[in-house]
């Protein structure tokens, strides 16, 4: 396609001289046949034929173009999407918790659809210079001194221009943070998962007017800009007017002395006309093409970030079966940019088919823990082994296909319910008995069963005919995502804080008899939870406090004694 548009282009760039050449020639005919009172026109309607001919291969050319460029930006927008998401995918986790990596990512998605013309644009460009030095060899023919004259009144318009791209680029740049926060209020202020909170706490006001702030900042940064570039602009329009008009006046003195017939200066003049109107355009585009390239920048940068998480060189297979378990060594993780140590001095052993518990107060490092096993992170300092060998020698897609996790913060997917569940284990989206027996194990199919399109209801009320469902219920279908794969070590990260007593107690008898022999983590703030588990880890702070049965830890009048009896006063 990109070929056949060039190709094209080049035909269509010497349509404009052979238009005007056919024209002289048709004018010099007519004057001729004037003053010889010649009768035989025969050879004037074969140049007006011809002209004719040539009119509707111009317009059928362009709209062929038009097409090309049309179909090409389509592909290059969904290319570059598609090339922008498989790189994210590939990326860390802590990446795109940085403000600066999702000011590259915002600044780089502009390309996919900002930038799209680009080619198209390049491509006219060439086409309009194919054409100009067609125009120019016939000026060129008959004065060089015109074409002199004509790029000397153009070259103060290209050098303006070409400066107030660079200062517009930099502007924008610098206020990629704050339009990611524009974007982010326009969002707060109308979305179905906000309206609610907006509402009832009166923040459309503030909102608002956080947004009009904001926008008016930039409107009078880039009003600033745009008025110098208006009053640069039209100055050196002017030094352009009086360079054509000046060029002008010589080919009608020249015509005036008889060195020229009239359809010289028709073609002339047409030429003249069509070269200064070109050298406009080739500016004005070259505005948007030199911006689209000074952009392109950013989505080259973005690709340029690489993942600190990759395969090894010879990845392992994840075991068939666990005989040591997982072991951790002193491991500690600090967050990117920050000098708070989430968990530090980490060390022990989550054996084959042990249920292990988590506890300890918000922000002690419990979900840090669970990403780090499922490699969602790695240590800064210390290592994780399992089978005696290094996490980081395992195969890493094959680490998570086999540690299920399930975590509080879980996305409700505007997709049908199946297509909800089967998100567990994507690639057993056409398994429907899969899903099925999937949302049985999470208590999900009663649910689904009161839905009117069963297992292909539409969930969520962002599309039509969706469903919203209440806290509880949306839990269960995230459950059933757990349950998708064939894991053998599942993770449930607040599993039930959602769900009231009756149905929390029959999660966890279910899936006391679903992980028989496979190891568990639970992650959660209810005792009558935790107290189910082979043994309980405390956290605080990042470290590991205490760790031992319920019973244990109780008799140790520890930590866990002392959040246990807190909790325990609220039932009494």
Known sequence: MTTASFGLRVIRSAMPVALLYVGKLIIDEVVLLSKTHNTDTHYLWQLVGVEFALAILTDGFSRAITLMDSLLGDRFGNYTSIKIMN???????????????YDKLERARQQTTGRTILLSQIMSQVQDIITMAFLATGLMAFNPWLIVLLLVAIIPAFLGESY????????????????????????LAASDQTAKEIKIFDLSGFITDRFKKLSDSFY?????????????????????????????VFIIYRAI???????????LAGSFRQLRSLLEGILTRFTAVSQGAIYLRDFFEFFEIQPKITQAAKALPFPESLKQGFVFENVGFRYLNSDRWANRHLSFTLLPGEKLALVGENGAGKTTLVKLLSRLYDPTEGRILLEGIDLRQYDLADLRLNVGIIFQDYLRYQMTVAQNIAVGNISKISDRELIERSAQQSLADKLTEKLPGGYDQQLGKRFADGVELSGGEWQKIALARAYMRDAQLL???????????????????RFAELTKGK???????????????????????GELKEIGSHEELLSNGGIYAELFELQAQGYR
């Open 87 to 101: 790189h994210a995918a590939t990326l860390d986790l802590d990446q795109f918790e940085d403000a600066v990596f």
């Open 519 to 541: 190891s568990a983590i639970l992650i959660s703030h209810r005792f009558s939870t935790v107290r189910m588990a082979d043994r309980i880890l405390v956290l605080e702070k």
């Open 220 to 248: 009078h940064d880039s009003k600033r800009l745009s008025i110098q570039r208006s009053l640069w602009g039209t100055l050196f329009a002017m030094l352009g007017s009086v360079g054509y008009y000046a060029a002008y």
């Open 164 to 187: 107030f791209n660079d200062r517009n680029y930099l502007l924008t740049r610098g206020q990629t943070p704050e339009r990611r926060e524009l974007d982010y209020l326009r969002y």
């Open 257 to 267: 002395e008889g060195r020229v017939t009239i359809g010289d200066l028709a073609f």
């Open 491 to 509: 993770i449930l990260d607040e599993p039930t804080s959602a769900l009231d007593a009756r149905a929390e107690y029959e999660v966890f008898q």
